[in-house]
């Protein structure tokens, strides 16, 4: 169970917020204004928000919703666009200072199963026309002469003819595993971690910017700073192992061979399929690292990851790790367990999300272990262009230059201290 104060604090809701932004941007939705709202259907409620939003067509916003649907396993997502000449009706009632059990009540008497209320207002939602004349009169009863709108309204479906957009089942696979956020968000309340706030707006400049500045920075492996941030960083990476292994996960190095005996460079063709062996089976492949001064990519023996650590094995026995192993398992689980992909953005998101269940000494390792790297990967020298006025830029997928993410090189395993950290980290 959750303890904090509300359920808009909790990891479970920044998460949703999060990504109903990044799919409205997908999808050409601009998002006005949000309400934090109480839905309520069949004498139950439930948090949920409320979003005023702006697109060339109502199509864009159909097929937002129906991925937001897709993705949280949700029977349907109501949307509306205000038309004078449209069928359908919005009723609004003010019920600012009255209890939920009280208007709960109000809409059971009136016989009408869903509604939602948010800043002191009650909307109940009737596709075709006017709700029945007993309805109405039983709700200015109670609450007063409300105000009606006319209105196009559409409840969309995560699957099915009405549904715009892929199936539900490619969004089911990447939806939260709730288990590993609310084991996430409970080690942060139990280290006085401050509770997660939403990814800032990143642009590709910002991307650029720390690339740039992982690429100019010298391994500094005994750098105070560095080595402080790092030890914090293997300390808490120790025990979130011990945590998710105490919740029933199982990390295993993945050996290059599949379970038909054939050769595999990778142990997961994707995000999703590496979600679906978490979800399912509590069970996780990990690259096992090589530690070497000679083998390109490899782990320098002076990195500070390449220090062994101790965890807790499955059967309670404790054993040594090399830390970056064990990073590896931690990150991918608590972090794209959220449904965060392999690419540029979910990198980005991976990264806020394991942040948010460090202290800040820590964060300085995460930010080279993670954004830097990938940002260099994606942003990095290969990848960028100049415009006419000399502002780097990336380069565009139909621009010569462009190279298939699979085919990008690795950043160099190095641990840097940028020149102004708190831009950054």
Same mark, same amino acid.
């Given at each position: ?5 509300? +359920? ?10 999060? %990504? ?12 006005? %204004?949000? *309400? ?8 139950? &409620? ?35 666009? +205000? ?15 009255? !209890? ?18 948010? *800043? ?48 539900? !089942? ?68 120790? #025990? ?14 993945? %050996? ?35 530690? %070497? ?6 782990? @320098? ?30 990150? !991918? ?10 690419? @540029? ?15 800040? #000494? ?21 990848? &960028? ?6 502002? $780097? ?15 990008? $090189? +690795? ?7 940028? *020149? ?6």
């Amino acid at each position: 169970m959750s303890q904090r104060p509300s +359920y808009y604090d909790t990891d479970e809701w920044v998460e949703y917020d999060e %990504s109903i932004r990044a799919a409205a941007e997908r999808h050409g939705v601009e998002i006005l %204004s949000e *309400d934090h709202a109480a839905g309520i259907w069949q004498d139950q &409620t439930e948090p949920a928000g409320a979003y005023e939003v702006r697109a060339d067509s109502m199509d864009n916003v159909r097929a937002w919703a129906q991925e937001v649907a897709g993705r949280y396993d949700q029977d349907s997502v109501m949307v509306g666009e +205000y038309n004078t000449a449209a069928n359908g009706r919005v009723y609004s009632y003010e019920v600012d200072g009255k !209890d939920t059990r009280e208007v709960l009540d109000a809409l059971h008497a009136a016989g009408i199963p869903g509604a939602r209320a948010y *800043d002191g207002k009650l909307e109940i939602a009737n596709t075709e026309g006017d709700l029945a004349d007993d309805q109405l009169r039983t709700l200015q009863h109670l609450f007063g002469e409300g105000q009606v709108a006319h209105a196009d309204i559409d409840f969309i479906e995560m699957k099915g003819a009405r549904a715009p957009g892929p199936d539900q !089942d490619e969004h089911l696979k990447r939806t939260p595993i709730k288990e590993i956020q609310m084991l996430r968000q409970n080690y942060s309340d139990q280290h006085g971690i401050p509770p997660r706030k939403p990814i800032p707006h990143l642009t590709s400049a910002d991307d650029i910017a720390a690339a740039q500045a992982y690429q100019a920075g010298t391994h500094q492996p005994n750098h105070p700073k560095v080595q402080r941030s790092y030890r914090s960083f293997r300390q808490h990476i120790g #025990q979130q192992w011990d945590t998710l292994t105490e919740a029933g996960y199982r990390f295993e190095p993945w %050996s290059g061979t599949n379970d038909r005996g054939e050769e595999q460079e990778q142990p997961y063709n994707n995000s999703a399929e590496m979600l679906a062996d978490l979800r399912g089976n509590k069970h996780l492949y990990y690259f096992p690292t090589e530690v %070497s001064q000679n083998t390109e990519g490899a782990l @320098p023996p002076d990195h500070p990851m390449a220090n062994q650590i101790t965890v807790t094995a499955p059967d309670g026995t404790h054993q040594k790790m090399v830390a970056n192993d064990v990073f590896r398992a931690v990150h !991918d689980t608590i972090a794209h367990s959220e449904g965060h992909q392999f690419g @540029p953005y979910g990198e980005k998101r991976a990264w806020w999300t394991h942040r948010s269940s460090l202290p800040s #000494q820590a964060r300085l390792a995460l930010w080279n272990e993670t954004r830097a790297q990938n940002a260099w990967t994606n942003a990095g020298p290969h990848m &960028t262009t100049t415009d006419k006025d000399n502002t $780097p830029r990336v380069i565009r997928k139909d621009e010569p230059g462009w190279i298939p993410q699979a085919d990008r $090189p +690795y950043a160099e395993q190095k641990c840097v201290l940028p *020149d102004d950290p708190d831009a950054f980290i």
